[in-house]
């Protein structure tokens, strides 16, 4: 992971120029980010990235909001996308 990528996987709070910078980055740093960053309402909008492997990221990322877990362990058109949410969705109900 470069230092730019660290400096938004460390982030704890967002500013919406953060959040554009993220969405402005290739897919694979999108991807990468996905699996990692805290903040939901990127994570919600990632969820909807044309590119699966972002998507897959958000589904592994447990901070990602649950709704948006299940949105995509339902619905998204990928399998393994859908798998992996749910294996997330699993493994946080294991938890509680």
Known sequence: MDSNL???ASKKEWSP????AV???DYMKRAELARS?????????????????VRQGVAANAATPLMTLKRL???DLCLSVQDKA???L???S???
């Open 73 to 75: 362990a339902e619905q």
């Open 90 to 92: 699993t493994s946080q």
């Open 17 to 20: 120029h953060d959040e554009a």
């Open 23 to 25: 969405l402005k980055m």
């Open 86 to 88: 749910q294996e997330t």
């Open 37 to 53: 960053i805290n903040c939901e309402g990127l994570l919600v909008d990632l969820s909807l990235d044309q590119h699966p492997e």
């Open 6 to 8: 660290l400096f938004y």
């Open 94 to 96: 294991q938890k509680s």
